[in-house]
């Protein structure tokens, strides 16, 4: 098994909006499709995961509702909503940004200075 | 995400967790359970054993109690749980110390509440204007004028200005009439006139009510609209003896006519002339004279000549009488210097049209003035004690501060060691403080409310300096939330200061020597400064205050001492004010004699006399005194005059020192008499026999012989001695006047007023008995001002002494407990337990020593602008500065002695293992 990434400070917010904007999920359901679309490769601390849930609801991004779960258990679904969305295109847009310009950086080489 | 965009939905998400918790913690207790159920069900499928699968799944969550907390926190919830956490708390550490919590509660309760109602009613006594709109825009007109001002007869008060010059706001009829088609400067010119009490006959039953006379324009230039009918209107005023109309007052409205809107179209007699009513003033609207009270009763001027009914004929005529007052509104932008230089060229036209003006005569001149709290009587008369009771609730207030701030700090002192320990067991600083914070927070609000009940309800306890007992008078303070809150914010700000203060300054210690710090260390002498600094502070206070109460009780006890010459127990008082209009010249006294003889015959009345002046009641009356054939030295030979009844003398029991008193022979034909008292004798005839002289009170008038001397009796004041006056039969007076009975009763005067009552109705139902009260409540009356000083002056002082022994109490137990150790190895090495009582006590008295000695400075500084407040003594009165000094010395030693005896009993052995 190769090492797994920690996740970067700041960007597990992101990530859940973009999990739970593929379709409504529970936490744990959040967790696992985080890392199977990161082909294993990022880690959540599972710590952090119920806090963020509970902040991002706060802040109205995303909302809940009680459900059934695949093995017939009641679980808590977490949808995104209309502000989730907004908020989830413009961070997006934002890291789009941000990573195009750090690439740069690290791609230049002595001579293009 | 935007902060403020998602105010509103973490507003709701804040509400709705905090109002549902116990459902909140239940969802997130099984959202976290449903999450370690499907994680270990993983693991196992993965092919852990079912403990271990269970183990990890909970591990990589961490602790449940952890989450839900960090979950809680992302809520916002973690700030309010905290809050609440610190307020239980606060509640057991108060409950915990009872009395700790009462003396501050208590104190702080006290200097807000006093504080509050005397600001209430010092905002309604100085600072409250006329309730119509614009009242900044209303001048009142005044003239000024020195010693040969034209000006000699009128009505109204006549003020001294530096310089010998007289100030007055009281005008002609006629002048009024002339400068009100001059005045081009200001909006009209409008006029009023409190003509005080007329009797007023409504439903049959006769009264005595306020009145106050107006102009038509009145309402209009006021811009007063009547809550029901019309207002009076320049049609009404017309011309003399017509417009027979009235307003009446809300306060009338709804307690004699218990708000019916019938009332319009009623038909009131006022000194025996119908009125009918056409309307009711709005509630707050109290007349243009007073913002305190309104007169019940509103007539226009134009029923002047029938409701006073004058002899001498109508004051509206009257060229020479100025009574009546005049405002007008300045608009805004209005050169008020031009207005009034043009109003005074009016007046000295008017004057010249209207008075004979001599050679040596002078013309006042016009000054507007501020009209927007009327007259301001209340403003004039009450200034200075008001301005003293709010130096002495100031007082109150700093030193209940004063004790706040030390009771904080002894208590921060002693749980030095608790927050050490927090510090130590990993609590963040911030949250120590907040503690604290919320601590102070919570006494400073009892504090507060406490105040606040205590401030609502005395506020009504004071309006007693402007009422009395048989006047009850309609002035009501209304409560002002500003005062409440400006004197409630700066005892919280103490307490708030106080309390954190010395947290934050705990907080800064290092954990490690906060730990090892205990009794022997040196720095607690430096730490103790603040804490004596405060106590040296009360004590100084509490001196000035117990000076200011020695003062106002000795005050009162002088008052009450004095001899008024006379008898005044079982006497009843009142007063008949037959209109002139039924009662002309000699039918008056007529009727006077009538009721006098009547009142004799009520069971239990022993005697009956009647006098133009009532005595003890700030009435007096003077007349010139010029000696026939006897050339006086005197500039301006005047004396006191009483019109008595026949018995006057017999019953008020001033005793006749030569010659002899009145007696029924002394009728209206016959020969004229007069009994002068002792103090005239010393003034007019110091060398020879006055019986048998004669005098004169005028050119014009009739000669009057000296028949007798009375001892000199006090005439309108306890304050002042026996003028010179002279006495003389009613019976044989030249002047109307209205007269007040004394009837002497052999049982409770009280008890016979309705009697007296019915004996007057019985002459004529239309004559109220005016001011029924005993003799004895008359003099307390006029002392009245001075009881209520005294009585909060007293209370202000035993608070303070209170206090000041807590304090010192305090700071003296606290170094004992601090020095339990030292005083331990004193005792130890062979100290007797007198000398550490004494090594105690010294350090209490130094504190008193200091606090007194700079109380009794202040004191000497200040209290001389109370002089004219006192009576019998002086503000440096060298009895009252030093036995308050030894009371409140005697006070600070009781107070440190008994945690000195402590100290002197404490056990060697027990003390050096005290720690």
């Known amino acids: 098994m190769s090492k797994q990434l920690d996740i970067l400070q700041g960007t597990l917010d992101m990530l859940i909006l973009k999990a739970v904007s593929l379709g409504p999920l529970h936490g744990y359901g959040v967790l696992l499709r985080i890392q199977q679309i990161s082909g294993d490769q990022l880690e959540i601390q599972q710590g952090s995961l119920y806090p963020a849930l509970y902040r991002l609801e706060h802040q109205g991004a995303i909302a809940s509702e009680w459900g059934e779960s695949e093995n017939n258990r009641r679980a808590k679904y977490y949808r995104l909503t209309a502000t989730g969305r907004a908020q989830l295109r413009s961070e997006t847009e934002k890291w789009n940004r941000m990573s195009n310009v750090i690439a740069g950086i690290l791609k230049t080489s002595p001579g293009e200075v | ?915």
Not at chain 2, 581 to 597: F, M
Not at chain 2, 630 to 658: L, R
Request: glycine fraction near 8%; hydrophobic fraction near 45%.
């Open chain 2, 1 to 915: 995400m935007n902060y403020f965009t998602s105010l509103p939905a973490r507003i709701k998400s804040w509400f709705r967790a905090a109002t549902s918790r116990s459902h909140l913690e239940s969802e997130m207790e099984a959202e976290l359970a449903f999450h370690i159920e499907s994680y270990t069900e993983d693991l196992i499928r993965r092919g852990l054993p079912p403990e271990e699968a269970g183990r990890r799944a909970r591990i990589e969550l961490g602790g449940i109690a952890v989450q839900k907390e960090e979950m809680r926190a992302s809520l916002g919830l973690r700030l309010w749980d905290d809050l609440r956490a610190d307020l239980r708390y606060a509640f057991r550490m108060l409950m915990k110390s009872p009395g700790f919590t009462a003396i501050a509660v208590g104190s702080l309760a006290m200097g807000i509440g006093a504080n509050t109602a005397i600001f209430t009613i010092a905002k309604q006594l100085l600072m409250e204007r006329l309730s119509v709109p614009h009242p900044e825009e209303l001048r009142l007109f005044t003239w000024v004028g020195g010693d040969k001002v034209v000006v000699h007869s009128g009505w109204g008060d006549w003020d001294n200005l530096p310089g010998g010059l007289t100030t007055c706001s009281s005008f002609s009829y006629p002048v009024y009439q002339q400068l009100r088609s001059q005045n081009h400067s200001l909006s009209d010119l409008f006029a009023f006139k409190d003509i005080s009490r007329v009797n007023a006959t409504i439903d049959g039953h006769a009264d005595v009510l306020q009145a106050e006379m107006v102009s038509g324009n009145y309402y209009q230039q006021l811009q007063v609209q009547p809550v029901l009918g019309r207002a009076i209107q320049p049609g009404d005023d017309a011309k003399p003896g017509s417009g027979a109309v009235a307003l009446i007052s809300y306060g009338l409205w709804q307690q004699r006519f218990g708000g019916s809107p019938s009332i319009i179209g009623k038909s009131i007699t006022v000194n025996t002339v119908p009125f009918t009513i056409i309307g009711v003033n709005p509630q707050p609207f109290t007349g243009a004279q007073a913002v305190q009270r309104s007169p019940d009763i509103f007539l226009p001027f134009s029923m002047e000549p029938l409701v006073l009914a004058r002899r001498k004929g109508s004051f509206l005529a009257d060229d020479d009488f100025w009574w009546m007052q005049i405002m007008a509104r300045v608009a805004p932008g209005t050169s008020e210097p031009v207005a009034q230089a043009a109003l005074d060229t009016a007046l000295n036209a008017a004057v010249r049209a209207t008075m004979t003006v001599g050679k040596d005569d002078e013309i006042p001149r016009l000054a507007l003035v501020d009209g927007s709290r009327g007259l301001n009587f209340a403003g004039k008369q009450f200034a200075q004690p008001v301005y003293v009771l709010i130096s002495l609730t100031g007082l109150v207030l700093l030193l209940a501060c004063a004790n706040i701030a030390n009771l904080l700090l002894a208590r921060s002192a002693a749980r030095q060691r608790e927050m050490c320990v927090r510090l130590a067991l990993g609590a963040d600083r911030n949250r120590i403080l907040r503690q604290v914070l919320v601590e102070s927070l919570l006494l400073s609000s009892l504090g507060g409310v406490a105040g606040l009940l205590l401030g609502y309800f005395a506020r009504n306890a004071i309006p007693h300096l402007l009422s009395n007992s048989w006047e009850p008078g309609p002035f009501v303070a209304r409560f002002d939330w500003r005062v409440f809150a400006f004197t409630a914010a700066i005892s919280i700000v103490t307490g708030l200061l106080f309390g954190v203060a010395p947290a934050w300054q705990a907080t800064r210690t290092q954990v490690n020597s906060g730990l090892k710090d205990n009794a022997l260390t040196a720095t607690h002498r430096r730490k103790g400064f603040a804490g004596k600094a405060i106590v040296a502070f009360q004590v100084a206070l509490s001196t000035l205050l117990v000076v200011g109460a020695f003062l106002f009780v000795r005050t009162l006890a002088n008052l009450q001492a004095v001899d008024p010459g006379f008898r005044p127990e079982r006497l009843l008082l009142f007063e008949i004010d037959p209109p002139e209009s039924r009662y002309p010249a000699q039918k008056d006294v007529a009727l006077y004699r009538q009721i006098e003889q009547k009142l004799a015959t009520i069971p239990g009345v022993t005697a009956v006399t009647l006098s133009s002046e009532p005595l003890i009641a700030n009435s007096m009356s003077n007349d010139h005194f010029l000696p026939v054939g006897q050339s006086v030295s005197i500039k301006k030979p005047t004396a006191f005059v009483n019109i008595v009844g026949s018995t006057f003398f017999e019953t008020m029991a001033i005793p006749i020192v030569a010659g002899r008193g009145f007696a029924e022979t002394d009728t209206e034909t016959s020969l004229r008499v007069a009994v002068v008292n002792q103090a005239l004798v010393r003034k007019y005839f110091p060398d020879t026999n006055p019986i048998g002289k004669t005098f004169t009170t005028g050119e014009k008038d009739p000669v009057v012989q000296i028949v007798g001397v009375s001892a000199d009796a006090k005439y309108d004041s306890l304050r002042r001695d026996a003028p010179p006056t002279f006495y003389e039969p009613y019976r044989q007076r030249i002047r109307p006047m209205d007269m007040t009975y004394e009837v002497q009763t052999r049982m409770k005067p009280e008890s016979i007023a309705a009697a007296a009552r019915a004996v007057v109705q019985s002459i004529d139902k239309d004559l109220p008995l005016i001011d029924v009260r005993t003799q004895v409540q008359q003099i307390d009356e006029t002392i009245q001002q001075e009881r209520i000083f005294a009585d909060l002056t007293a209370g202000f002082g035993i608070l303070a002494l209170t206090l000041a022994s807590i304090g010192i109490y305090g700071i003296t137990a606290y170094t004992v407990a601090q020095r339990t150790n030292e005083i331990g190895i004193r005792l130890a090495l062979g100290a007797q337990a007198r000398q550490i009582l004494t090594m105690v006590l010294r350090e209490a008295s130094w504190l008193a020593v200091i606090g007194v000695a700079v109380g009794l400075g202040a004191s000497l500084l200040l209290t001389r602008f109370l002089a004219s407040m006192l009576f019998g003594l002086k503000p440096n009165d060298p009895a009252t500065l030093i036995g308050s000094a030894a009371l409140l010395f005697a006070v600070a030693l009781l107070a440190g002695f008994i945690p000195a005896r402590r100290a002197s009993r404490v056990q060697p052995m027990q003390a050096l293992r005290h720690e």
